[in-house]
């Protein structure tokens, strides 16, 4: 967009034949070679600089149009090169138009006033009249927005952050647009203060106000029929059609809302999935998904949560207004027409069945059912580690991340087991061991936290909490000794030592991320304290902590084996490790042999109703297995057949590698 010049005489005369007018013609520039053939029934206005006119279009269905202006007005504009822009029926104002964008049959496409595109707008997310208000920007990742929206006990910290946040809106601020290159817009209405990245396409949509489209070549950003989007910060790859409807929203990258999905006051963060139903004030974490019409999620803290049809929550009870929240932890599924009046909290990884009341709290149970009889909440303990559905989740997740930007926004870690999930599940033998000891090992029946355990679920639970603790420590554990053969039990114990102080004590989710809350602590300390000035900052935090998991997580399990097992690891032998070993086979195995048995169920006579609909009971089978395939040849029964090998045989390899230092 260099060299321009204003326009000739000559060329102004033929502009004018082809029904072209300028309150100034001295405002426009064009470059030094320039074909005003491709301009006709243009209105000039303002300040307006033009590029050349050299590509041709191919549109859907083979029809080709060049380059140029045709039946639009426009003010105080800048377009660069090969841009085409025809039938806008009002007109474009204080626009910069990139490279290549095509614009066809739209309403209006402007900025007025001073904007920030979205930037600082205040969401409420959590509790609708206030108090947890997340300020949206266009790096805002779900890590960050879980401090801002939860960490109100902190106020020193919150106010550095909104002004951190500030300070960027107001760098982003500009009372001229920006439509990137190679963009489409096409038969779209209102477009008022919008940024619209590269490689974007906006058509049939309704109305786009006060918004950030965040799009790049890499991860392009669609927007589709009947949209509406206001006050508004829409991230790469993100995926919004068939009048869905956002309101003072974060969408979060890769995101997938379609078929009139509606949401407001709402933060929604990488691949999300929401069609048919409406969120109101939620905190919707990584791979939040609810697919259903009847399906209201409001006020409420999710991430890898499935909702299922006709799921429900209720934030008020008629008397102060909608003041109250409730958190799914990660993992979770909600059933069919299940209801959990707020506040609540639901342990990591849990099943929500039927209708829920008594405001219960099981974070300490991760794992669990909530399943109500009777209207009242009965718990089942840790049964959600046996499911085959929760390992096949755990598996699908990272196969179901469709961000392609290079620049990551939020940092994810998919680990089933954690210290997080882990060090809850210790908590939760302790729990279930004292309620065992405080009304006796055979009671039919315990209370807890607004919830009934039955004896049998209790006992159960335990057992599969201590199978899964074995599993992970011994994981832990393996994975720090994989490698050469070991010359002396010294040097094991030198391999065992962690490479950093930090992982000790309690663990967090920050909707995705998982870290100490020590670290984390000591971060915030840094922002209140002033030494942390800008955003990048808190972003590179975040990244480094996310890429020292495993390192933080060793210095946990090093010493949760030790005070867990009894053992001194610095002093620790190789029978020792030996023992603990097998004792991780047992609890690998037997987890295992457990969702086998889960899987089994998938294939009994009762799953093969509605099968063989004419035939005897061979037609039922064959058309069955036709369908679902056989129970040996299941991919996922094979994969944990094979997993089971595989363990023993790792577990059997270091065995060997430590049986001469015996």
């Not at 660069?80 to 029926?89: A, S, T």
């Not at 303990?381 to 196969?399: C, E, F």
């Not at 602590?521 to 495993?550: M, Q, V």
Request: charged residues 20%; hydrophobic residues 35%; negative net charge.
């Amino acid at each position: 967009m260099t060299n321009k010049r204003n326009l000739r005489p000559e060329e102004i005369k033929v502009l004018q034949s082809q029904f072209c007018y300028a309150d100034d013609w001295n405002k426009i520039l064009v470059p030094e070679k320039f074909d005003i053939n491709f301009v006709h029934h243009v209105r000039f206005s303002g300040h307006v600089e033009l590029g050349a006119f050299n590509k041709q279009f191919e549109l859907p269905g083979g029809l080709k149009k060049h380059s140029g202006l045709r039946h639009v007005t426009l003010y105080n504009c800048i377009l660069e090169d090969d841009v085409l822009i025809e039938n806008v029926q009002n007109y474009i104002a204080n626009y910069h138009i990139g490279e290549g964008s095509l614009i066809q049959n739209i309403n209006v496409l402007l900025v007025e006033g001073k904007t920030t595109f979205g930037n600082n707008t205040l969401v409420s997310v959590l509790n609708e009249t206030g108090g947890r208000e997340v300020p949206i920007y266009d790096g805002l990742s779900a890590s960050l927005a879980y401090v801002i929206a939860l960490y109100r006990h902190r106020p020193e910290l919150i106010n550095r952050l909104f002004e951190l946040i500030s300070a960027y809106a107001e760098s982003q601020s500009s009372n001229k647009g920006y439509v990137g290159k190679n963009s489409r817009i096409i038969n779209t209405g209102t477009i008022r203060n919008v940024k619209i990245g590269d490689y974007s396409t906006i058509e049939n949509s309704t109305r786009l106000e006060n918004g950030a489209i965040n799009s790049n070549q890499t991860a392009p950003i669609y927007i589709g029929d009947s949209v509406i989007a206001q006050d508004f910060i829409i991230s790469s790859g993100a995926y919004i059609a068939d009048g869905a409807k956002i309101i003072r929203c974060f969408i979060g990258q890769a995101c997938h809302i379609t078929h009139g999905f509606s949401a407001h006051d709402s933060l929604l963060f990488s691949n999300c999935g929401f069609e048919n139903g409406e969120a109101c004030a939620i905190f919707a974490g990584p791979f939040t998904v609810s697919m259903h019409k009847s399906s209201l999620l409001i006020a409420g803290m999710f991430s890898f949560l499935n909702a299922g049809s006709g799921s429900n929550q209720s934030n008020h009870m008629y008397k102060l207004g909608p003041i109250h929240q409730g958190i799914v932890e990660r993992g979770s599924k909600t059933t069919s027409d299940s209801y959990i009046l707020w506040p609540a909290r639901i342990g990591a990884f849990s099943l929500v069945m039927g209708r829920h009341h008594h405001h219960s709290d099981t974070s300490d149970i991760p794992f669990s059912y909530l399943i109500e009889k009777n209207d009242e909440t009965y718990l089942v303990p840790g049964v959600n580690l046996r499911s085959v559905g929760t390992i096949r989740d755990a598996q699908k997740w990272p196969k179901r991340d469709k961000r392609k930007d290079a620049y990551l926004l939020d940092m994810i870690n998919y680990n089933l087991l954690s210290p997080y999930t882990i060090r809850k599940m210790i908590k939760a033998v302790e729990i279930l061991t004292n309620l065992q000891a405080l009304v006796g090992e055979t009671s039919d029946v315990y209370y807890y936290q607004n919830t009934r355990i039955q004896g049998s679920s209790l006992r159960n639970g335990l057992h599969l909490y201590t199978l899964a603790i074995n599993k992970f420590l011994g994981n832990s554990l393996i994975k720090r000794l994989e490698g050469d053969p070991f010359r002396s039990i010294e040097e094991v114990r030198n391999r065992l030592r962690p490479d950093c102080p930090e992982g000790s004590g309690e663990w967090v989710d920050m909707s995705g991320l998982i870290l100490p809350q020590q670290v984390l602590n000591s971060f915030l300390d840094k922002i209140e304290a002033g030494e942390i000035t800008t955003l990048t900052e808190i972003e590179s935090f975040l990244y480094k902590a996310h890429k020292a998991y495993y390192s933080l997580e060793w210095t946990w399990a090093y010493e949760t084996i030790a005070s867990y097992y009894n053992v001194n690891l610095q002093q620790i032998s190789a029978s020792e490790i030996i023992g603990l070993v097998h004792k991780w086979q047992e609890s690998v195995i037997g987890l295992d042999e457990l969702l086998y048995a889960d899987a089994k169920k998938e294939f009994s006579l009762t799953f093969m109703t509605g099968f063989g609909v004419d035939g005897a009971e061979e037609e039922k089978l064959g058309d069955f297995e036709g369908v679902r395939g056989d129970f040996e040849n299941n991919p996922f029964v094979a994969a944990v057949q094979e997993h089971i090998t595989k363990k023993r045989a790792l577990g059997d390899e270091l065995i060997g590698r430590l049986q001469p230092l015996l």
